[in-house]
């Protein structure tokens, strides 16, 4: 059988080593996909890059093919994996656990599919967005839906003051507002990562740990320290809430205070660097109406356009777009299908970033 060749996930989680397989500095994924092979062939290759640290058997006929994806992300002491495959069992045996050494703790959760893990007299149900922890030094079997898994690795060294938190943690998933926040988190890393600079990882290590403890181990020490990723979180949170109710002509701060469950006063704090939350909201929108004047494909008139993104009013609109990109929205759609880039007016000038700071702001 002809397959793809990559050392086995256990030299992908294995950390702190002089022989690690993905430097920090490489800022690439170790990626192992089955895709490209005959689906015959494809159940087989998953299982021979997976059994140094489980064993795998299909849940339905792997003649008919499993077409699998994993990516694991090295930052500083810790990897993240994604993970993409169809309905399987997994198991994890004492001889496994005693022959490679590795004792990671595991902190997962599932963007889609379910899993029910058994491990001694426990038995754990989880369903897509719950967050479990368990360790590659358990003897466990695991059976998961069609799956996309995310998992951070984390070496005990890495926290050794949560070691008791975190084994007392695995008997049940982290079913609270700050697990909740620690999935979401989990999911925006692994959004981010592909992005992240070598010279920011030393933060994003940071607030990682910082989440951890303060999921795992609430207080006021661990709540401050993970103070930043949190409202990172939300942020990211709002702004997608945003996004979402764009053509709402109700949505303001108050309107969005309540959707995302948080006071007016802590909703203004957030966007205080982005110019104010209002601010960002009519800059969505604006963006949102030039994506659409841009496209050769939306036929809309201009006026449609605009409704669609919450200016109801055509003359507003047109003021407010030509402010904010010095011309009106049709000599920007003319332009832009031209393959032009329309000189800014002197308005427009008086715009722009102050600095690099504002620019990155507005991003």
Known sequence: ?????????????????????????????????TLDLPPAEQFAAWHE??????????????????????EVWRFGPLALATMQAPAARLSRSLAQSRR????????????????????????????AGAVSVGSLDDVFVSDRSDIDWLCLFVPREVL??????????????????????????ILQLAAEMPALGAAELPRVVESTRAMIAASIAPGAGTMAAARAPLEQVLISRIKALIRQH????????????KLAGVSRSQLYRLFEPQGGVAHY????????????????????????????VGFFDHSSFSRIFRREFGCSPREFRIA??????????????EMRPRDHAELLRRL
Do not use: K
């Not at 003051?161 to 982290?174: I, M, Y």
């Open 1 to 33: 059988m002809s397959s793809p060749r990559l050392d086995d996930t256990a030299e992908r989680v294995r950390l702190g080593n002089a022989g690690d397989v993905l430097p920090a500095a490489r800022r690439a994924p170790l990626a192992f996909s």
């Open 49 to 70: 890059s997976s059994a140094g640290t489980v064993d795998t058997a299909p849940l339905r006929d792997a003649a008919a093919g499993f077409p699998a994806r994993r």
């Open 100 to 127: 490679n050494g590795l004792d990671h703790w595991m902190i997962s959760v599932a963007r889609r599919g379910e899993r029910r893990i058994r491990s001694g007299d426990t038995c754990l149900m989880l369903s």
């Open 160 to 185: 050794p003051e949560l070691g008791a938190a975190l084994h007392a943690s695995r008997d049940a998933p982290l079913d609270s507002a700050m697990g909740r926040l620690l999935a979401a988190y």
């Open 246 to 257: 764009l053509r709402s002509a109700m949505l303001g701060p108050d309107r969005l205070a």
């Open 281 to 308: 909201i009519q800059t969505e929108r604006l963006r949102a109406a030039a994506r659409a004047l841009g496209d050769a494909a939306d036929t809309r008139e201009i006026a449609s356009i605009a409704e669609d």
């Open 336 to 349: 832009a299908l031209a393959g032009q880039a329309f000189a800014p007016s002197r308005g427009a000038a």
